[in-house]
């Protein structure tokens, strides 16, 4: 099977590489773009073409060297990549080279005109796939009015707790929030009063992006336990998510090790240690799901 050897310090690239290729939409979104030689996007291009179509096993040294030129700033040879990190600078590069401009959503339309500003007035192929947008709500306690802005995100981050499911992590993270007065005043009635605040789930994209808060620093990693559920269910806006991947990580960010966990869709999961690749049966992998102390990115994909 389709392996990719680790070239130093490159399990995150070629696990977040496996994970993008076992998704049938985040491939295909790659493959059809259009994108000129010497861009990031085709050079993934040319990995998952390898890999995907030709059924090979690579060792990507025209990829990893173009990859540390691309975010030499950010990213450096031989030292452990943070996996979540990882996939929003992929995502930016990727919506830099592919997005194109469009026309204004109405100002009265504020969900998508304030995406439209986050976006820089563009967007892509990748950004329909994988971008949400939460409403994040502000409630005055004398007056009961809300103040409401919508916040696009490309990862959903979620704080951990002990033997939680994930789907109980997503309620959690939308709960309220109770503030004294300090600071901030009501825009109805100028008052500086106590408030609450919370979020709001406005719009989900077709591939959800979970990345867990395991790490405290790059020392202390939290190695809590949680369910991963299978599908998660958001009631209020009628769509089910199934799990389509997992990002697992082993160790510290100071040395540690990545794998990647895919769904198959034939009742069996393929996991992808670099050039090691092994396929189980879903139900060898129940365990894993229920107790599991190593999952941080996480990604679903609607029904």
């Not at 002990?162 to 901030?184: C, F, P, T, V, Y």
């Not at 008052?191 to 979020?199: D, T």
Request: proline share 3%.
């Amino acid at each position: 099977m389709e392996g990719i050897d680790n070239l130093g310090g490159t399990c995150a690239i070629n696990s977040l590489i496996q994970i993008i290729i076992r998704n049938n939409h985040l491939r295909s979104t790659i493959l059809n773009s259009s994108t000129p030689p010497n861009t990031l996007t085709n050079e993934l291009k040319e990995v998952i073409n390898l890999i995907y179509n030709e059924k090979k096993s690579i060792t990507p040294h025209k990829f990893i060297n173009f990859f540390f030129e691309t975010f030499k700033n950010i990213f450096k040879r031989y030292e452990e990549i943070d996996i979540n990190e990882l996939w929003l600078f992929i995502y930016n590069k990727i919506f830099e080279e592919t997005s194109i401009e469009i026309e204004p959503p109405s100002i009265n339309d504020k969900p998508h005109y304030d995406t439209y500003l986050h976006n820089e007035k563009k967007t892509s192929h990748l950004t329909n796939l994988v971008q949400g947008i939460f409403a994040n709500i502000i409630e005055c306690s004398n007056c009961n009015h809300q103040s409401i802005s919508f916040e696009p995100f490309i990862s959903m981050s979620l704080d951990i707790t002990e033997h939680q499911s994930i789907a109980n992590l997503i309620i959690k993270n939308l709960g309220q929030e109770i503030r004294d007065a300090d600071d901030w005043k009501c825009e109805r009635c100028e008052k500086k009063c106590p408030y609450s605040k919370y979020k709001r789930i406005w719009k989900l994209p077709k591939i959800l992006f979970i990345s867990l808060n395991r790490f405290k620093d790059i020392y202390n990693k939290d190695n809590s336990l949680i369910f991963i559920n299978k599908n998660l269910n958001f009631v209020s806006i009628n769509q089910i998510y199934n799990l389509q991947g997992l990002g697992l990580h082993y160790g510290n960010l100071m040395g540690g090790h990545y794998i990647a966990l895919c769904d198959m869709k034939d009742n069996t999961y393929n996991l992808y240690n670099d050039n090691i690749v092994k396929s189980y049966n879903t139900n060898d992998i129940i365990k894993e799901l229920e107790k599991n102390n190593t999952a941080y990115l996480i990604i679903y994909e609607l029904e």
